[in-house]
């Protein structure tokens, strides 16, 4: 107990459009926090890209202000972990920025998840039928890193011929901080094909490599051959770490891992509170849910569990010696921000937040609420009765695997008022929740027993978000007791490593507790359940649709 007195952790997380830094003490209290914005490039539809160097220099300026505000000396910060956004780093030989553009632009190194620039490798890669593909939901998505590696030796062949390291970001941001080019079992099984149950150690599978043309990244060690657990020590900061971040070399740097599966890692560990030990068969009842501009569904459990068009089984991605099952929408909150941008009635709502000092959904919201106590509505959800959407404005992730969905809207009229855009933004808003319903359906059929969702995420700040899946999916939503639920996971990994906890479940359940509470109305079932079978008629229907035009 003496070591965790006066002990302090950094979490660093990495989004897509910021990076944060949050100081927790050993015991998961946040004392202070910092964001700092980062850069992105859209060079061409379905190209997004992004500069480590401007990420580092970001995660820097948050740690500085983070231990400003908590008037934390540097040298009681005793560990640091990073998780990110699945985005794959390419660095030369030389340990520098190498361009993945035809600009030759080289501090845009970094292709972001959302990148969909290798479409056509992903589906000649999946016509393959390879192996590997049984441990990835039967497909692979466009967003993984052996696809975007494909188009990188296609299309940039010199920098794929300069290249001497390819890093998913998480791992980029450990082997910044301490030296070492260890990846993380998280990042190499979850978006590399990484076979992470095989062997004390886990394997790549040689002949999938060497089927798709990528052998060669292999043989010169350039997705990395030592891989770790995360929250396993990597060794202290080097000096030139410690002096960019702001800390010492007396601070140890832990294994990170992929942004969502923090979040995982920080709302699951409440499943154990007061109980003796970490019992593991109790982590199956429970669906992590982190929702932002994606949302991401981790599910774990002591057996694999095979399911087409839902990623995993990933072995130890997640809790370790548990398998992870992994759904998730592409676009969730990004989609409802879509709809909210592109109504008649944009510019005029966001000039109204900007008078009010409040969020434009905070206006929706309430708008919505007028418009049921005008029309005397039983409850809300009434109000989108003839309106009904398909949210996969990037492709459906999860339960169908198919980036090429799109989104839908049934029910659209002329009208361009401020209720026409609550109305929009409501049932897009509820067809998120629908899209995770469907993925629990989906767990559930395949051997899981999910009974609650244990929630954070940016969207979760919106009450009527929490509502909403609550009534949509049937199921209590569970909030944690520490809202950043991801950067508390980051930090899980940082005390794990920095020696504060013997193990990452034990880290999990000393640090995490349950918040509130969000439970169904049984009122909105049935209306919930009829909205939702329309919901997945949109996507057959649209599926139908493509297959009649695909002659042409």
């Given at each position: 107990m003496s070591a965790l007195l006066g002990a302090y952790v950094l979490g660093v997380d990495v989004g897509t459009g910021s990076a944060r830094a949050g100081l927790f003490d050993a015991q998961g209290n946040l004392r202070a926090q910092s964001v700092a914005p980062i850069q992105t490039w859209k060079p061409r539809p379905d190209f997004v890209e992004q500069s480590s160097d401007d990420i580092w220099q970001a995660i820097g300026r948050a740690i500085r202000d983070t231990l400003a505000q908590a008037q934390i000396k540097p040298d009681q910060v005793v560990g640091i972990s990073f998780?990110?956004?699945?985005?794959?780093?390419?660095?030369?030989?030389?340990?520098?920025?190498?361009?993945?553009?035809?600009?030759?632009?080289?501090?845009?190194?970094?292709?972001?998840?959302?990148?969909?620039?290798?479409?056509?490798?992903?589906?000649?890669?999946?016509?393959?039928?390879?192996?590997?593909?049984?441990?990835?939901?039967?497909?692979?998505?466009?967003?993984?890193?052996?696809?975007?590696?494909?188009?990188?030796?296609t299309h940039l062949p010199e920098t794929w011929r300069q290249a001497g390291h390819f890093f998913d970001l998480a791992d980029y941001l450990t082997f910044r901080a301490s030296g070492s080019p260890a990846r993380s079992l998280c990042t190499l099984v979850c978006k590399w094909t990484y076979l992470g149950h095989d062997g004390p150690h886990g394997r790549w599978d040689r002949t999938y490599f060497e089927a798709i043309g990528l052998a060669d990244a292999l043989d010169d060690d350039r997705i990395g051959s030592d891989v770790r657990p995360m929250?396993?020590?990597?060794?202290?900061?080097?000096?030139l770490a410690a002096q960019e971040l702001g800390l010492t070399t007396d601070c140890q740097v832990g294994v990170g891992m992929i942004d969502a599966h923090a979040g995982g890692l920080g709302v699951l560990g409440a499943l154990w509170q007061g109980q003796e030990g970490q019992d593991l068969a109790r982590l199956e009842t429970a669906l992590a849910l982190i929702g932002g501009t994606s949302n991401c569904h981790m599910a774990v459990s002591r057996e694999p569990k095979f399911m087409d068009g839902i990623w995993g089984p990933y072995y130890g991605a997640m809790v370790p010696q548990m398998w992870l099952t992994e759904g998730g929408q592409s676009a969730a909150g990004s989609a409802i921000d879509q709809v909210i941008a592109n109504h008649a009635n944009a510019a005029s709502l966001n000039a109204q937040a900007l008078v009010q000092s409040v969020s434009v959904y905070a206006l929706l919201n309430a708008e919505l609420e007028r418009l049921r106590a005008e029309r005397g509505l039983p409850f809300p959800a009434l109000l989108t009765r003839d309106l009904h959407v398909l949210p996969d404005f990037l492709g459906n992730r999860s339960p169908h695997a198919d980036p090429n969905a799109r989104a839908l809207v049934d029910g659209l009229t002329l009208d361009?008022?401020?209720?026409?855009?609550?109305?929009?933004?409501?049932?897009?808003?509820?067809?998120?929740?629908?899209?995770?319903?469907?993925?629990?359906?989906?767990?559930?059929?395949?051997?899981?027993?999910?009974?609650?969702?244990?929630?954070?995420?940016?969207?979760?700040?919106?009450?009527?978000?929490?509502?909403?899946?609550?009534?949509?999916?049937?199921?209590?939503?569970?909030?944690?007791?520490?809202?950043?639920a991801v950067l508390l996971g980051a930090a899980m990994l940082a005390a794990t490593a920095a020696g504060l906890y013997p193990t990452l479940p034990a880290a999990m359940q000393a640090m995490s507790r349950v918040g509130q509470t969000v439970t169904p109305n049984p009122a909105v079932s049935a209306y919930h359940a009829a909205k939702f079978a329309i919901f997945r008629d949109l996507y057959l229907q649209q599926r139908q649709r493509k297959t009649a035009m695909s002659a042409f």
């Open positions: 998780d990110a956004t699945c985005s794959l780093v390419v660095l030369d030989k030389n340990n520098r920025p190498l361009a993945v553009n035809a600009e030759g632009d080289n501090q845009r190194n970094i292709i972001v998840w959302m990148d969909h620039r290798a479409l056509a490798e992903t589906e000649a890669i999946n016509a393959g039928g390879f192996d590997v593909l049984q441990y990835v939901g039967g497909r692979l998505s466009p967003e993984m890193e052996t696809p975007k590696l494909r188009w990188l030796k929250g396993t020590p990597l060794g202290p900061l080097t000096p361009e008022s401020l209720a026409s855009q609550a109305l929009l933004y409501y049932a897009t808003l509820q067809a998120v929740a629908y899209g995770t319903r469907d993925i629990v359906d989906a767990l559930n059929r395949s051997g899981y027993r999910i009974d609650s969702l244990y929630v954070t995420g940016g969207a979760t700040k919106n009450s009527l978000w929490l509502q909403e899946h609550a009534d949509a999916t049937g199921l209590n939503l569970v909030l944690p007791g520490e809202p950043e």
